[in-house]
């Protein structure tokens, strides 16, 4: 079994290679990932530093005075503040699709695959969370624990789980039939393990693939919280952020919401591209 699921992955592997734009979008994805990681340390400005010589102090892009995405209304440094917040939109957007899969994942393995009353209780009280507006629920959670960056992606990872936790159980409850689960029960092994060894590693090609199209959701998630002044606060930033700081400005100030909005797109695009090519790669019917 170990050695045909190897060679699945490696053929999913060789079909993602063949994929251009999911390999470009990789490619532009690593890109920007170092850049964010390499960026800030290039210029001389820190993330809250005001550079007073300016005159006004929101200045568009120039080589000279060393502010190359320009500056923001207060004169910091765009170049580092567009850098600093993609570092911070990918951590909360990857962290909080961890946890979301985590316990989507768990929760949909157990349920497929015990069945029965167990399945029933546990997907009404999935049902019960549908039912409850998301944002609202974002909303009060950020209110009443605070504004950290880790209660950001705690609170969206939390209540983003839920349509994990359906497609993972409908899957698990098409493997709870298939012969090797069978010889698993047949060899006395419990419950927990089964779900573990057998049901978790048969979903995960259905899991990665979602994964990459719940990174997106959660970035714009993240983006329109820190749009409504709830998520990232000073003095750190994100994409939303400066996309919310730079619409006020767009005016007088365009680069300030043209800069950050193109670094936005250009991650969410990617990460599209990579999921159809993920969901090609791994596309059951053509193994």
């Keep these: 079994m170990a050695e045909g699921t190897n060679s699945l992955w490696g053929a999913a592997w060789r079909r993602l290679r063949r994929n251009r734009a999911a390999v470009a ?4 994805l690593a890109g920007l990932l170092l850049a ?5 340390m290039l210029s001389a400005y820190a993330l809250d530093q005001v550079d007073w010589s300016l005159s006004p102090l929101s200045s568009p892009p120039s080589f000279a005075n060393g502010h190359w995405f320009g500056t923001d209304s207060n004169g910091r440094d765009l170049f580092v503040r567009v850098w600093r917040g993609t570092q911070v939109s990918l951590l909360v957007a990857l962290l909080a699709t961890a946890v979301s899969l985590v316990i989507g994942v768990a929760w949909g393995a157990t349920a497929g695959y015990l069945g029965g009353r167990v399945d029933d209780w546990m997907m009404r009280f999935v049902d019960v969370l549908y039912a409850l507006p998301y944002m609202f629920f974002v909303i009060i959670l950020t209110v009443v624990f605070g504004r950290s960056l880790f209660l950001i992606f705690l609170a969206i990872g939390a209540v983003g789980w839920l349509t994990m936790a359906r497609i993972v159980r409908g899957q698990a409850l098409a493997l709870r039939h298939r012969a090797f689960v069978d010889a698993a029960i047949a060899l006395g092994l419990p419950s927990h393990r089964i779900i573990a060894r057998h049901i978790v590693p048969n979903v995960l090609g259905t899991v990665i693939v979602y994964a990459t199209l719940t990174v997106p959701q959660v970035i714009l998630f993240e983006s329109f919280l820190s749009f409504l002044g709830l998520g990232v606060q000073e003095p750190l930033t994100s994409l939303g952020r400066l996309v919310a700081e ?3 400005e767009m005016e007088t100030a365009p680069w300030q919401l043209l800069v950050p909005s193109a670094v936005l797109a250009l ?3 990617c990460l599209n591209f990579l999921g ?3 969901r090609d790669a791994l596309d059951p019917r053509q193994h």
């Design 246 to 248: 730079g619409a006020l």
């Design 276 to 278: 159809d090519g993920l």
């Design 267 to 269: 991650i969410l695009l």
């Design 25 to 28: 979008a990789m490619g532009v």
């Design 36 to 40: 964010s990681l390499l960026g800030p």
